[in-house]
């Protein structure tokens, strides 16, 4: 067995997995390809959808055609046309002998343009009967028309520029039954004579719907719309005439038990083939049967697939399942497996060694808490002196309003709210009240020892009370008050709200400073001016808010200092 495994050297996961895995997806796909291919043959041989699409544009291509056909022949059949001229010569011929070479001429004209084109049938001038009859006036045809001849009557699926284009009809000629096509348009001659003319085509779209019909062993009905989706020409007695139809977004049709699709002729009427719709489902029916098969039997070999590839690797995660729930339970003794798969013997292999420096770890963590306890009580010893002076301040606090001090009362109570506020004992939740609360007990005490002026400008606002980074107002007026005003300095504080952001200016009317070295400036004095608690301001800022602040100095010197922060108000 050795040899054997030596020989084929398939002792990897990896190996097995793909080669399991492939020899299933290869008879999958060979039973997917095998019914594929029969279904693609039937599919090939009725064309359902495709060929519908290409049929109606075939007939529809086809029916544009003869309109063009019919429109030039028409053309030319006007007054101001070549035959429609010949014809007005004619009319207002007066010589008997003129008329007669004027009317063989103009014959040969029509006969010429007929028979040049291969499915015009006739062509005419009529005028309407006044009278309202079911007969008009016949002035010229090239051939014989039924006596009860009235083109007027046929109706239209487009009119335009006095141009009517009629719809699949009998031909008017007496001795002809085909379907054609027909348009009629208006022209008047210089005798006076207003007259229609009427040109009809022969067209096959019927003939091909039912020959299509008949091959199929199925029912195809051809519309006609007019630009209002009316039907102005059905051969199917579901759809009659004036009825309307909605076509989708798609020129796909789904109506009536028929299903369909629609085509815009270049002229912007509409032409529709359908076929029932229980015909249609019944192709792609099989279809889907075919598909929903393949589907069934690949699912059935890709799920013995994975039932082959769950048993493979079940023992080896069951033993690792095991070994994990021991080692949560405290348990960090080695233990060594070998199912002859190199990844699963790898992976109790590294499982063992993260054993060994999970407790070497462990063993390192104690010695940190004992080390983070002897810090914390190096903290508590350091804090000492903060307390010592803030419980010092009290009771020279007290010492005051016993002596009735009340001015050193109101200073030492100022200064022990500083000095609370900047260790976090006092007003632990940092908001901008409470800074500008500590900013103007600094103030208050600054004025104690420097004669200047400050006014406060804050507009009042749910923003004031919303999280803020702790003492950023205090180290901005320090460095005006201390370094940059005179004496009978003013200080001007502004903080608004601006649509999402708040905005903090504060200005002094001081010396001011150079924010870099030039030369009229002095170096030492700038870095002096720009100090520690800027630095400080900026950190913190960049700290609590991130990228969402800024912070601008504009200072000369002689004219003051200005410290414009910005701060996101939805923080």
């Not at 004031?464 to 003492?471: E, P, Q, V, Y």
């Amino acid at each position: 067995m050795k040899n054997r495994n030596n020989i084929f050297k398939i002792n990897t996961l990896k190996k097995r997995f793909f080669l399991i895995l492939g020899v299933g997806m290869v008879l999958g796909l060979f039973l997917v390809i095998f019914v594929s291919y029969l279904s693609l043959k039937a599919i090939e041989k009725t064309k359902i959808e495709t060929s519908l699409v290409a049929d109606l544009k075939e007939m529809s291509d086809s029916i544009d055609s003869d309109y063009y056909t019919l429109l030039q022949i028409s053309q030319q059949m006007i007054s101001l046309g070549s035959i429609g001229n010949k014809f007005n010569q004619y009319l207002v011929a007066e010589s008997q002998y003129d008329k007669i070479d004027l009317y063989k001429q103009f014959s040969e004209s029509v006969n010429i343009a007929v028979f040049g084109s291969k499915d015009v049938l006739l062509a005419a001038y009529f005028v309407p009967d006044s009278a309202n009859t079911k007969v008009d006036k016949m002035l010229f045809s090239n051939f014989m028309v039924d006596k009860s001849f009235n083109p007027e009557a046929i109706s239209r699926v487009l009119d335009t520029n006095q141009i009517g284009f009629q719809v699949m009809h009998t031909s008017n000629i007496s001795v002809i039954e085909k379907n054609v096509l027909s348009i009629i348009r208006p022209t008047f001659f210089d005798n006076g004579t207003q007259a229609m003319i009427y040109v009809e085509a022969y067209s096959d779209i019927l003939d091909s719907v039912e020959h299509r019909s008949e091959l199929q062993h199925t029912h195809y009905a051809f519309l006609q719309l007019n630009t209002e989706n009316e039907v102005c020409f059905s051969n199917s007695k579901e759809y009659e005439v004036g009825k309307k139809i909605e076509v989708l977004h798609d020129r796909k049709i789904n109506i009536g038990g028929y299903v369909g699709v629609a085509k815009e002729s270049s002229f912007g009427f509409t032409n529709i083939l359908l076929m029932p719709e229980a015909d249609y489902r019944r192709e792609m029916n099989n279809w889907l049967i075919s598909i929903a098969v393949v589907i069934l039997i690949t699912l059935g070999i890709i799920t013995t697939t994975t039932t082959l590839l769950i048993w493979l690797i079940y023992r080896p995660i069951k033993t690792l399942q095991k070994e994990m729930e021991h080692f949560g339970d405290g348990n960090f003794a080695i233990e060594n497996y070998s199912f002859n798969i190199e990844e699963f013997d790898s992976l109790f292999h590294t499982f063992n060694n993260m054993k060994r420096q999970i407790k070497s770890l462990m063993d390192e963590s104690c010695l940190q808490e004992k080390q983070k306890a002897q810090l914390e009580l190096d903290k508590l010893y350091y804090q000492i002196n903060p307390h010592f002076l803030m419980n010092t301040l009290n009771s020279v606090h007290w010492m005051a309003v016993t002596n009735n001090q009340p001015e050193i009362d109101a200073f030492i109570n100022r200064l022990n709210y500083i000095l609370g506020y900047s260790l976090g004992k006092t007003d632990r939740r940092s908001t901008l009240r409470t800074e500008i609360k500590s900013l103007k007990m600094y103030l208050d005490l600054q004025k104690m020892k420097y004669d200047f002026d400050y006014d406060l400008d804050v507009e009042e606002g749910e923003y004031l009370d919303k999280d803020s980074a702790r003492f950023i107002l205090q180290p901005i007026a320090e460095n005006a008050v201390c370094h940059n005003m005179d004496e009978f300095g003013h200080l001007w504080v502004t903080i608004k709200q601006r649509n999402q952001s708040i905005v903090i200016t504060i200005k002094d009317d001081g010396k001011g400073f150079v924010l870099s070295e030039d030369e009229s400036g002095n170096g030492e004095e700038s870095r002096k001016n720009k100090g520690i608690g800027i630095r400080y301001v900026k950190m913190t800022l960049e700290a609590f808010y991130g990228e969402a602040t800024r912070m601008r100095i504009e200072s000369r010197k002689g004219t003051g200092t200005v410290v414009e922060m910005i701060l996101p108000c939805n923080n």
